[in-house]
């Protein structure tokens, strides 16, 4: 039995009068990598918001961890959850190096010095990505996939047990989205991370994923394994899409085609 | 750290050019016999006539300069700065309804006064949760507060007798003639005290610049972030103001050339840049204002603002091709 990460109960989220999403009930669970998939203007990237406390709840709880995140101190709740958005702005002339640092903020306090342990956590962030190499390099010389790299290792530096990406692999060409998933799922398995993103690929999400949350124009579609939650009658109810299902003759997982 | 030295040099060579030129010019056994043996007409100029203007106007500059920096990185846009977006225009309509209405209190701290209602109108008209430009219609809504300060200034300028109109002028334009140490310690003590102010809040400015949802994310309370700096700028814009009247286009220009100069990268430096730069381009507009023409003394405001306004035209076609590619 695996504990949860984060909790919706009862949740409903929208903007003024909008209902996006109405009395959902989820469960992500710990450790895992999670993928939250659906139509676009399902509520997605809201839900994913809620879970940041980036948005106010309009019904319902999240909880982290079993705590009611609305309580919690904005640090305290840095400390344990990080986001990454879809489009973070670049501050101009930024080196790789000086970006990771920035993820250290809520660990430092008002006059604390930087010191050698934030260094070694953002040595270990780059690395983890894999841009050790590349750390005084301006991030806007940067390509599209080591850019979106240097950002997840700004979350990394962070070193929050749960980690919040509202679609990292929009914009990146089909290898730099594997790599990223890839590295993702990595990251994962060697420390224990939570990972939970937005994507759009329902293919490689079922790929690189533990955990499916599918959304649809009338909220919560399925919820689980991606062999359950990628079926025919889901993806009719979900997107509207007629589809045959069959295995990924790579990896084994669902796999999507359209008809 | 190491284009700083440009920028600390050239403030040098301003500094001591400004003490040396103007409408009586000093020779250099002039200055060195006023500074050792403190007699002369060298020792005047230092203790009365220049020493505190070069003074005042190098703190306030660096002022100005701060202020119109954290504008920039907060609102990310290189037209903002408090002298475009009402701060001036509100500081000048202050003094001038003073004037007409025969309020007696000091014109520099009626002058700090409306600049600070015009940043606060500013900020209540264009303040909005969820805005999706914030940043440009703050931006647009200070520049209609200046056109809406400027009109009604102009209009009860009408209404000055001709005394009362050329002081106002001061307080329009901005000027540094006539500064006293008194004035010089008053921006120094007050751009020291708003700059450790600043010091403070810089990690904050660094999360912020990464925009709203990843500043939030590293466990910033956004908007208090960004009101509480935002009001140090506008203070930092209004204590200058107090000393050397609105001077234009300084907040503006200070930024970007103080990080073209030092090549500055992270919030600290850049302000640091940007404080310097202010600093040079004051100074070095009450130079040129004061020694281009032997016998006219301009206000400063007035060569900041031909130097500005060029600056200004500059920025907006260049915003606006980046609007069309």
């Known amino acids: 039995m695996t504990s949860s990460a984060l909790q919706a109960q009862g949740l409903g989220l929208g903007y003024g009068a909008r209902r996006v999403i109405d009395g959902l009930d989820m469960d992500l669970p710990a450790g895992k990598v999670t993928a939250i998939l659906g139509p676009n203007g399902c509520g997605k990237s809201t839900l994913l918001h809620a879970m940041a406390r980036l948005i106010p709840l309009q019904a319902g709880h999240i909880l982290l961890e079993g705590q009611d995140m609305a309580r919690m101190a904005p640090k305290t709740l840095a400390r344990r959850l990080a986001i990454l958005p879809q489009a973070p702005l670049v501050p101009p002339g930024i080196l790789v190096a000086d970006l990771v640092r920035r993820g250290r903020a809520p660990w430092r306090g008002l006059l604390e010095p930087w010191n050698a342990a934030h260094a070694q956590v953002c040595d270990q962030a780059l690395a983890a990505v894999g841009l050790t190499d590349l750390a005084q390099e301006p991030l806007e010389s940067l390509s599209g996939g080591q850019r979106q790299r240097a950002w997840i290792a700004l979350v990394l530096a962070q070193a929050t047990p749960v980690l919040l990406l509202d679609e990292p692999t929009t914009w990146l060409d089909l290898p730099h989205q594997m790599e990223i998933l890839g590295l993702l799922r990595r990251l994962n398995r060697d420390n224990g991370t939570t990972v939970i993103s937005v994507l759009h690929d329902l293919n490689l999400a079922a790929r690189f994923s533990d955990h499916l949350i599918l959304l649809g124009p009338r909220g919560l579609v399925a919820a689980g394994a991606p062999d359950a939650v990628i079926t025919e009658t889901h993806l009719l109810e979900a997107f509207a899409l007629a589809a045959r299902v069959l295995p990924d003759p790579v990896s084994g997982t669902p796999m999507v085609c359209p008809l | ?325």
């Open chain 2, 1 to 325: 750290m190491k284009g700083f030295s440009t920028l600390i040099l050239l403030l040098a060579l301003i500094a001591f050019l400004s003490l040396l030129l103007g409408e009586v010019r000093l020779s250099l056994a002039d200055l060195w016999q006023g500074l050792t043996t403190g007699e002369g007409p060298g020792a005047l100029t230092l203790r009365v006539l220049r020493g505190p203007r070069v003074a005042t106007a190098m703190a306030a500059g660096a002022a100005f300069g701060l202020s119109g920096a954290v504008f920039q990185m907060l609102l990310r846009n290189p037209l903002a700065a408090p002298d475009v977006m009402g701060f001036n225009a509100g500081a000048g309509l202050a003094v001038i309804l003073a004037l007409a209405f025969g309020l007696m209190l000091p014109m520099a701290l009626i002058a700090a006064l409306g600049g600070l209602l015009a940043a606060l109108l500013v900020g209540l008209i264009s303040w909005q949760p969820g805005r999706s430009e914030p940043a440009l219609v703050m931006i647009l809504v200070g520049l209609g507060i200046g056109f809406t300060a400027s009109g009604l200034a102009t209009f009860f300028l009408l209404t000055l007798t001709d005394a009362e109109a050329s002081e106002a002028r001061r307080w329009i334009i901005g000027s540094l003639a006539a500064r006293s140490w008194n004035h010089a310690a008053q921006i120094t003590v007050i751009a020291g005290v708003l700059g450790l102010l600043l010091a403070v809040q810089l990690r904050a400015l660094a999360c912020l610049e990464l925009g709203p949802v990843l500043a939030q994310g590293l466990g910033l309370s956004v908007e208090a972030a960004k009101r509480k700096l935002l009001a140090t700028a506008v203070l930092l814009a209004a204590g200058a103001v107090a000393v050397a009247g609105p001077v234009p286009f300084v907040a503006l220009m200070a930024g970007p050339l103080g990080i073209g100069l030092t090549g500055a990268r992270q919030p600290a430096a850049r302000l640091l840049a940007a404080a310097g730069a202010g600093a040079l381009i004051l100074t070095g507009a009450d130079l040129l204002s004061r020694s281009l023409w032997q016998g006219v003394q301009l206000p400063v405001g007035v060569m900041t603002g031909l130097l500005g306004a060029p600056w200004l035209m500059w920025l907006l076609t260049r915003a606006f091709g980046k609007v069309e590619s």
